[in-house]
């Protein structure tokens, strides 16, 4: 993974991006954030202690599409903190 990380870096596909959680899927295990210009994006994760409203920072991967957003992936995301 981090050989794969170091690539798209050196290529200038990957990006930071940040927003809040916007949808829980305890099911299906996803956390769907959303940005401050009202992108929505998805990722993956075991840990439940996710919450409506907390901050994320993610690393994006632009699927080597960088005139769009829409197909861009999350490569990780963290918690970031949560606002009142």
């Not at 993610?58 to 080597?64: P, T, Y």
């Amino acid at each position: 993974m981090k050989e794969l990380i170091l690539s798209l870096i050196l290529a200038g596909n990957i990006y930071p991006m940040s927003g809040k959680v916007a949808v829980i899927d305890r099911i299906n295990e996803t956390i769907t954030f959303e940005t401050e210009t009202g992108m929505l994006f998805e990722f993956y994760t075991e840990d439940y202690d996710w919450m409506i409203g907390d901050n994320v920072a993610a690393i994006m991967w632009d699927n080597a599409t960088p005139d769009t957003k829409r197909d861009d992936e999350v490569l990780c995301a963290r918690y970031t903190g949560y606002d009142d």
